[in-house]
Structures are given as C-alpha cells and as structure tokens.
C-alpha cells in the first residue's frame, strides 16, 4: 500500500541541493538505506518508502503530548528526536556529556549525532509512518531532510513556560533558566525552519492551546484526510 506515496515527495531526497561535503554526509546518513531498492526477500514494508511527518512548535507546545495520541489514533511511530538524545545521554555513549552540556545550556546538538539516532530509529521499525518529534530545529537539521508534511504548533511563550515547569520529568532543561534559552533559540533558529515549510505549503499549524483533547480535535481531522494504509 506504501506504493501509493512513491509519487510524493521523497523523504529526505534534496541531494540536489546540497553544497558541501558535511551535508553531504548528513543527508546520505538519512537517504541511502531509506530509498536504496528493493532487496529480493525483504519484506513489502521494509522496502517502501516510509510516510514522515515533522512535528514542530516551542517548548512546552504540546509536541509529544500530541504525538502519543497521533501515533495512538492513526498507527504511527512516535520518534522523539529529543527522547532519543536523552537515552543516548544516559546510555555510556561518547557524545553523552556533550549533549547533557547542550541539552542543559537549551542548545541543538550537532545534526550528525541527531540524524544517527532518528536513522537508526526508522530503520529498525516495522512501520513505515513516522512522526518525527521536535526535528528539525535548525537550518542544519533541515538540509537534506524533506517531511511529506510538517505539523506546527502553535502557542503562546507564558502557556509554554508554565507546562514545561510543570512537566516534572527530572529533565536537566525543565527550569526557568534553560527554558529562557530554549525560548531565544527557538525564535532565533527554530522559528525559521517553519517558516521554511510554510513557503512551501507544507506546514499545518495548529492552536496549541486549550485542552490535550481540545486539541487533538485540532489535530484529528489532518490525519484522518491523510486516507493512509499500513
Ligand atoms: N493542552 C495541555 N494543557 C495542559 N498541559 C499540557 C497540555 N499538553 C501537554 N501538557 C503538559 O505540558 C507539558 C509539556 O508537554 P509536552 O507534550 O511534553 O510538550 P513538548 O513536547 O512540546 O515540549 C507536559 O507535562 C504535558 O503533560
Ligand atoms: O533535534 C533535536 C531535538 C532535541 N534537541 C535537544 O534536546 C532538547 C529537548 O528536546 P525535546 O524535543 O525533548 O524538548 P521539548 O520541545 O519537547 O520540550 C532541546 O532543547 C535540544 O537541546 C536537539 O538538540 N536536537
Ligand atoms: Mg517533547
């Protein structure tokens, strides 16, 4: 049924426009494996191109509330760029103190670690929807990286700050400091990413405030237009 798709966009198929070597390196990480053809007795969904979305938006937005319930209603794979680099924080990776440093200073880590870990992440689905959570998030992120659609959402900065103090997950950045910086990034590198997307007609934004179910609602009748088989 992933067949269907083989018309739209390629995810992460802007080779084309990429200048320089280090892109270069960033996009094939997330291009060779995903479109390379067809291996003789692999699976049908192994092989076809998988469905991404983007999902963007401020701290706090609501990003990976919505995703649960995204990938819940509609049989997605939730892929929390943020999640991932979390886990490799804790795990004894080399980059873990790097990241710690950048996740608590509210920085973007450097896209190869990123791209590595979401790569890796949709490789060993099953699936071939995914919901890419909290990425791209800067013009280096975005290179080479091409959605079928990115969602947005959209939410005023008091609303963000007072959900991330509340968030109570022990992470190093839910404070009033980190999320201050996060704030200035997010305006200054995220912001224009969306924007990015607008131009091109792909970004849906979406009120991001009110209830979860409140905006879900929102949310709802995007996916459900999607018409997409597993
Ligand atoms: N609509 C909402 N109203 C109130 N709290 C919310 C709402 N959506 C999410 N939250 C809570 O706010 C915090 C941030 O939400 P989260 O989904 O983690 O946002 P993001 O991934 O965009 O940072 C979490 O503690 C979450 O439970
Ligand atoms: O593509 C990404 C996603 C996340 N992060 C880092 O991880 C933090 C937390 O991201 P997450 O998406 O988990 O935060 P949320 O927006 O959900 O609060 C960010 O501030 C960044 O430091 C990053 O560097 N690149
Ligand atoms: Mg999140």
Redesign the pocket.
């Known amino acids: 049924m992933w067949r269907r798709f083989t018309s739209l966009p390629l995810f992460f198929s802007h080779l084309q426009q990429v200048r320089r070597a280090d892109e270069l390196k960033i996009c094939q990480a997330f291009c060779t494996e995903i479109v390379k053809p067809p291996v003789e007795g692999e699976s049908n969904s192994r092989r076809s191109i998988p469905f991404v979305a983007f999902v963007l ?5 609501g ?2 509330t919505q995703c649960l319930k995204i990938a819940e209603t509609f049989g997605f794979d939730h892929i ?4 991932l ?2 886990k490799e924080m804790h795990s004894d990776s080399e980059n873990g103190a790097m ?1 710690q440093k ?2 608590k200073e ?4 450097p896209s190869e ?2 791209v590595k870990l ?1 790569k890796k992440a949709i490789e060993s689905a099953e699936n071939r929807k995914f919901l890419i ?6 013009e280096e ?1 975005r290179i080479g990286a091409e959605p079928n659609f990115v969602l947005f959402f959209d939410c005023p900065e008091e609303v963000m700050v007072k959900r ?1 103090l509340n ?1 109570n997950e022990g ?1 190093v ?2 404070n009033e400091h ?1 999320v201050k910086e ?1 704030l200035k ?1 997010y305006k200054a590198i995220t912001l224009p990413v969306a924007n990015h997307y607008a131009k091109k007609g792909k970004l849906y934004k979406v009120d991001g405030t009110g209830t979860q179910e409140e905006i879900f609602e929102r949310v709802r009748p995007i996916f459900a237009s999607l018409r997409l088989s597993t």
């Open positions: 938006g401020g701290p706090g937005s990003k990976g929390g760029a943020g999640d680099l979390r990241i950048l996740m509210g920085s973007i880590a670690v990123t979401i959570d909290g990425f791209p998030r800067s992120n991330v968030r992470r950045d839910d980190t996060r990034v």
